[in-house]
């Protein structure tokens, strides 16, 4: 079990963080650059004191500011994953991961190291290299031997996959996540990227501006932000907008969209709000098709982009507010969408989230 | 080039047209010419006129040997004062930011600029018998002017200048968050340093070390105004040399030459030793 308690200032930012994370679970701290992610890792890894606070791990006080408690991190017993691994250039690989197998008598340190480098693929020809001339997914797996060799009492990773190419990224991703599950210490996990962190963390907590504005599993998280921060981040197409009225009878919130258009949502609201949608609850039918039930949305829009992503293709469209719609194909070519085309954009009030801004 | 030439002929200018794009390049050219001429017409001069015969005699000379064994036990001791003590404080001048360390970086690279002369005026004033901690070191049987102590003495002072800054330029180099990974993995701050930072930095420490050998084993004005010209005790190879000039011109001659290999060997050998230790 982890507890963690920091207030700091860096620079702009005013950074106050609390969070716990059990044995076993991977939190993934998440938020765009300059939010304070990578702060709150190396505070807790004893690199960076914080001005106050207070963080447990395992039943040890690692930092108390009030009492004048602050480990030495070579005390503290973290696993940490740099951003681009940090991987000592001037010894190989197996080396690197000897390096941290100190407390073995000397002669176990060379077979402990190339048999942990053996578990994460990386055989006795690579682990005689040096960084420089591995490829990015085997410094992430040297990397990670390094890092969980001494075995750790807790695990911290810095963005792991954003070292990676996009080709790599996809496997090493399943494998870290293979590996956080198995894992038995808690792990913190930082990345500007949602769908990472919704991968890899059993909960994610959004980090803004130096706060943890939510807390909850990715799936939570998406189906219910907490602002239209939140919601941008887990990829829903966010419009603001100000509620207007809510139907006693219909039960529905009716909010004037900012420079035009109406929506309506299940959800409750009042005053400014944030309007979010996920991109695959829209669909796309011709600018002349018939209304339907007072249960959907309908907004004119117009065409500005078509993107295939994969099997599916993702529109551009000008509400005028900016707004994304994620089709198939097939209806890309049935509606002939092209950048320009007058369309209707259709989604169901209830899959509408009203947030504040 | 010939396309360029082609080209600047179908050009406005025709040949003049070439001409006026080539003209840098030559400057360029002829000015590294002239500089390496004239910075290695003088080593060359000295071997050919020495001649390996005459070298083989210097050699031979019993005070050519003494100065050249004073020159080499010297110039160690003083390599051994300027790593031990110098690369620790390298070591913390490139790694912290603390209030001053502007100044301190100067002031330990102040001597560089000293003139040699000027060196030995201050050695003399601080360290000699009747200089600033003269008493103290007469109180503690320490004798340094006219001794070959002192000649380690005025070696270090003029020589760790050179080592400092390199070793500050390597240490700086290394990524800082190598010394963090480390620390993650259980190593102290002493370890990290040891383990990692010298390591890493070797290639450049080691050409600090082969600068500031070099600039120790050609020292002469510092050393002749503190520490004397005895031969035996503290009359390195430059001082020897320059007691010759006068009345054993060829004798002088041959003796730098026996300085210059020494010196490149040296040189050479630092290099080839950090290298291979990084393999």
Sequence with gaps: MLSVELRTRIGALDLDVALDVPAGRCLALAGPS????????????????????????????????????????????????????????????????????????????RPRALELLASFGIGERLAGKRPAQLSGGERQ??????????????????????????????????????????????????????????????????????????????????????????????????????????????????????????????????????????????????????????????????????????????????????FTAEVTRASVERLGLAPGARVVAVWKAAATRVTPR | MAGAAAQGAGAPGGVGGALRRAWFPALLGIALTATVLFLTLPIVAIFVDSGPGRLLDALGDPSSRDALRLSLVTTTIAMAVVVVVGTPAAYLLATRRFRGRELVVTLVELPLVLPPAVAGIGLLAALGPRGLLGGALEDAGIRLVLETAGVVVALVFVSAPFFLRAAQTAFAAVDPRWHEASRTLGASEARTFVRIAVPAALPGLAAGLALAWGRALGEFGATLMFAGSFRGITQTVPLAIYDRFATDFDGALALSAVLVAVSAGLLLSVKLIARDALR
């Design chain 1, 34 to 109: 300059g939010a304070g992610k990578t702060t709150v890792l190396r505070a807790i890894a004893g690199l960076l004191r914080p001005d106050a606070g207070r963080i447990d791990c395992g039943g040890a006080t690692w930092l108390d500011t009030a009492g004048g408690v602050a480990l030495a991190p070579e005390l503290r017993g973290c696993g940490y994953l740099f951003q681009d691994y940090a991987l000592f250039g001037h010894l190989s690989a197996w080396r690197n991961v000897a390096y941290g197998l100190h407390e073995l008598p000397r002669r176990e340190r």
């Design chain 1, 141 to 322: 797996r040297v990397a990670l031997a390094r890092a969980l060799g001494p075995r750790p009492r807790l695990l911290l990773l810095d963005e792991p996959l954003s070292a990676l190419d996009a080709r790599t990224r996809a496997g090493a991703g399943r494998e870290l996540a293979r590996l956080l599950r198995a894992l038995e210490v808690p792990a913190v996990l930082v990345t500007h990227d949602f769908g990472e962190a919704a991968l890899l963390g059993d909960e994610v907590a959004v980090l803004d501006g130096g706060r943890i504005v939510q807390r909850g599993t990715a799936a939570r998280l998406a189906a219910a932000p907490a602002s239209g921060f939140v919601a941008d981040f887990t990829g829903a197409a966010v419009l603001t907008g100000r509620v207007n009225e809510r139907h006693g009878d219909s039960g529905l919130t009716v909010i004037a969209l900012d420079g035009g258009g109406v929506v309506s949502a299940t959800d409750a609201g009042e005053g400014d709000v944030a309007v979010s949608v996920h991109p695959w609850e829209v669909t796309i039918e011709p600018a002349a098709s018939a209304a339907g039930g007072s249960a959907h949305n309908r907004l004119e829009a117009e065409v500005v982009s078509v993107t295939e992503i994969g099997n599916r293709v993702r529109v551009g469209l000008a509400l005028p507010q900016p």
